[in-house]
Each structure stands twice: as C-alpha cells, then as structure tokens.
C-alpha cells in the first residue's frame, strides 16, 4: 500500500512539472552504473553486501543553481552465508542545489524523498517490505559541451523489510556511482 501512494506521489509530482517540459529547455535525462552498499545484517550472517547497479535519471533545471529530479535505480543486495538474500531498489524525487564552480564543472547536493522496495529470497525470517523516506547526496558533473555531462554522486537511502512474527526493521544503504547526462 505504501508502494502505492509513493509511485502516485511521484507520478503526480512529475505530472505537474511536465508543462514545464514542454518547451524541452532546462529538461535533462541521463543514465548511471554504481554499486550498492546496504548494511542490513541476516540471521546467518552477511557473504555479501554490495551488488553492481543501474539507475535513471531525469530532471528540470530551473536555472543554474536549482532543479527537480527523479531517478530510479538499485540501492544493492545482501547475500547471506545461506544464499538467502535482499535485494532493494529506490525510486526517488529530489531538489538539486548546484554551485557552478566554473564553465565546465559543478558540484551538487540533493534532498528529497524515496520509495524502497526490498525483495527477500531464501531468507525465512524477513519478507518484502516498501519504505518511504529520506534521501540525500552529493556529487560532481563535469560538462563536456552544453549537452553532454558525466556526473560522479554519492546518495544515501533507507528501506526495510518486514520481520516474520510482527515489526520490521530498518536499513541504510549508500550507492556510489558514474553516469552521463544529456542536457536538452
């Protein structure tokens, strides 16, 4: 049910900027590879806690120093010692503060809101569960020409998962990663 109203959210968030979209002129889109890094700690103890992952990014500048975006991307997978494992996604809206440092380079921090979505396998005394919180980060772009971006960011999410016999229990994961953006 919380799944639900976050995607509505965001949907109806990204709805409302789209008249802004139209004339395409501070719109960006883009897309990036990082690993995950959740610190949710099994019952039989953690093998492996970070996973490659893959996020998309789209977004409005409103001038050179705020925008809005959104991205979905994976936050990582926890593999425990018996091969049960988590494995998390985010789906995110964000207001950028970017300090333009010079013509070709940027530095950026954001804040806004997430929706995780946790997904267990093999693993008895957790069951999926969908989050909505927090999120932040920072990161750096460097501007190759006024279209085309490489965008290096660190962001930070919370999700959970359900706890078999009642409650849950929360985690923190850190995604690290490399993208490009094209500016339209």
């Known amino acids: 049910m919380m799944r639900k109203h976050a995607l509505l959210f965001l949907i109806s968030s990204l709805t409302l900027a789209t008249p802004l979209w139209a004339s395409a002129e501070g719109f960006y889109a883009g897309a990036n590879l990082g690993i995950g890094m959740p610190n949710l700690k099994t019952p039989n103890g953690v093998d492996k806690d970070s996973q ?15 925008a809005v975006e959104g991205q979905y991307t994976g936050i990582g997978k926890v593999t425990d010692n018996a091969h049960g494992s988590v494995k998390a996604d985010a789906l995110s809206l964000t207001a950028v503060g970017t300090l333009p440092l010079n013509d070709a380079f940027d530095v950026y921090g954001k804040l806004g809101v997430a929706a995780t979505s946790s997904k267990v396998s093999g693993l008895s005394a957790y069951d999926d569960a969908t989050h909505m919180g927090a999120t932040y980060g920072l990161g750096a772009e460097y501007h190759f020409d006024k279209a085309i971006a490489m965008r290096v960011g660190w962001d930070h999410y919370q999700a959970e998962v359900d706890v078999n016999g009642g409650g849950s229990k929360s985690f923190n994961s850190n995604v690290t990663s490399v993208g490009f953006i094209y500016n339209f």
Do not use: E, Q, S, T
Request: glycine letters at 14%.
């Open 52 to 66: 490659a992952v893959a996020g998309l990014v789209a977004g409005y500048k409103f001038n050179p120093y705020f």
